[in-house]
């Protein structure tokens, strides 16, 4: 029997018949799944790091008070159920019966204190919870939520908070935030305990880390895991191969060149599909002078003509086409099609146009251009260390001379992101966790003060942007919401604040036997997998 994988695309649901067999009893014969990937989670403490494969991970262990189902659509976790007892108060009814992964009891004292561990300095999640000014519990099971704003998609922000024990927490030291951009480690950073659907085992950074199920969770089972070894494999040809071969059952991004080998293998398959994912170049718009240039007491970047050569001179069509052989979406937009939002109509970039670039180079006071290192993760996104090559290979031709810095993720963000910015141009990728548009503007684009604008590396700030990010944050009526997206969409472009490259597609492999869902956020639920005969 083969297995099968449940995607979202752009025109429907695919919803095959063994959706029924699914929703049945979880087989007797419990089986162990072992996946690889190219890049490990940096930490096991949920609150130090905002990116999306840490969360995704960790939300086996640990869990929202509100999840997404195979559908994508909101489904209670930890709350049981949520109602606006005003317009700017938010009241959830915890789920009674929840036990820690230790056997204390899951109470509201666990979710006062995660609020407070996620807004304390050190913690680079903040903006999840952006909008609250205020937690306060009820009862034992009751919190209310006070909010600055008239905040309607606030339940969908709620997705990507994992609660965590005050008790346990306290108890080993774990207060405080592990802030890994300093170097900054406490007992949560190796360890985990939380009320999800596995545990930690062990864990070996950089190389293992073994899950086993929470024999104690709350919720019915799905999956027939008995155990999960999962595996860091930063080569794609030995990640490959270890699919290949049988070490692996499950490889999580496939590189473009080995998906056809992969389809013509018996007893494997592709999982594909489109991912919220918006792959981008950030520009130090901030500084006066940048960090990592030959232009001393300058910042070419405030020049808006600078912006805009390097935009013409980058060739993303060839990119999408040659490297990541049509598995991207080009984009010029910092969300994409999925996402609450998104107007085709708007996403047209500029064709390349290289002597228009260098003639704005040459007006913009650099007719022979100017070196520049350009800063990128080389174990985070689909082919980066590839399509960072390929930038500076576009840019050179224009006379701007890359110095390219490759770096794994972990050092990458320690770098470029908060609370240094050490960048003065860089590639990242971003996937608006609500699948709404305001969520990019809100990290991305807004005036950098965190927890606003912490994802804006490059500090690029417009008064105007931060008026409309505002604004939609509170308007319900969706036509005039969109209106005001457009908006502030059409000011990016204009300001060339970004230069976004494409919608990456998600590509992953397995064998036959296994069962899965994946999402379009990229998350991978454990509790949705199961190993067949």
């Known amino acids: 029997m083969n297995g099968w994988v449940l995607r979202r695309h752009p025109s429907a649901i695919l919803v095959a018949c063994m959706l029924c067999a699914i929703a049945g009893p979880v087989p007797v014969v419990a089986a162990k799944l072992r996946w690889a990937s190219d890049g490990d989670v940096n930490a096991m403490d949920p609150y130090s790091r905002n990116e999306t494969f840490q969360l995704s991970f960790l939300s086996n262990i640990y869990e929202p008070l509100i999840r997404r189902d195979r559908d994508e659509k909101l489904e209670p976790a930890l709350a049981v159920s949520w109602e606006q007892t005003g317009p700017t108060v938010w009241r959830f009814h915890l789920r009674p019966g929840v036990k820690w992964q230790d056997g204390t009891p899951f109470t509201a004292r666990d979710v006062v204190f995660s609020a407070d561990r996620i807004r304390r300095p050190g913690s680079v999640v ?3 919870l952006a909008t609250v000014k205020a937690v306060r519990q009820i009862d034992d099971l009751t919190i209310d939520f006070d909010t600055n704003i008239i905040d309607p998609i606030f339940p969908q922000e709620m997705t990507s908070w994992l609660i965590m024990s005050k008790l346990w927490a306290e108890k080993n ?13 406490n007992y949560a950073v190796r360890h985990a305990m939380g009320t999800g659907p596995f545990r930690l085992v062990s864990r070996e950074p950089g190389r293992r880390t073994i899950l086993e199920p929470n024999s104690g969770w709350w919720d019915r089972r799905r999956d027939n895991l008995d155990r999960v070894e999962f595996d860091v ?3 794609d040809a030995t990640r490959v191969a270890a699919l290949l071969s049988g070490d692996v059952d499950m490889v999580y991004s496939v590189p473009p060149q080995d998906l056809a080998r992969i389809r013509r293998t018996p007893g494997l398959r592709v999982i594909s599909g489109p991912e919220l994912r918006t792959i981008f170049l950030g520009m130090d718009q901030r500084r006066d002078e940048l960090l990592k240039a030959d232009v001393l007491g300058r910042n070419p970047f405030k020049d808006i003509r600078i912006r805009e050569s390097f935009a013409l001179a980058i060739d993303e069509e060839a990119i999408a086409a040659k490297l990541m052989r049509g598995q991207a979406h080009p984009t010029w937009l910092l969300w994409g099609p999925g996402v ?9 970039r500029p064709k390349p146009d290289p002597l228009r670039a260098k003639k704005l180079l040459a007006e913009a006071g650099y007719p022979n251009g100017f070196s520049l290192t350009l800063d990128c993760p080389n174990d985070r996104y689909v082919e980066d260390n590839e399509i960072c090559m390929a930038i500076a290979a576009m840019l050179a031709r224009i006379g701007v001379r890359i110095d390219l810095n490759l770096r794994t993720k972990a050092i ?4 470029v992101g908060p609370p240094k910015y050490q960048t003065s141009f860089y590639l990242l990728g971003w996937t608006p966790i609500t699948y709404d548009a305001h969520n990019s503007l809100f990290n991305l684009a807004v005036t950098r003060n965190p927890p606003r604008g912490e994802v804006n590396y490059g500090g690029y700030s417009n008064p105007e942007i931060d008026r409309l990010t505002d604004e939609i944050a509170t308007e319900t009526d969706s036509t005039r919401r969109q209106q005001m997206i457009n908006e502030a969409a059409i000011i990016l472009q204009k300001d060339f604040a970004y230069i976004p490259l494409h919608q990456q597609f998600l590509s992953w492999a397995a064998r036959d036997n296994i069962q899965l869902v994946q999402m379009p956020d990229d998350f991978f639920p454990l509790r949705l997998v199961r190993v067949l005969d």
């Open 126 to 128: 903040q903006s999840v």
């Open 412 to 415: 990458f963000y320690n770098e």
């Open 340 to 348: 609450n939002g998104y107007d085709s109509k708007l996403d047209r």
């Open 173 to 185: 030291g774990a207060a405080e935030p592990s802030n890994l951009t300093i170097g900054q480690e």
């Open 233 to 235: 494999i930063n080569n």
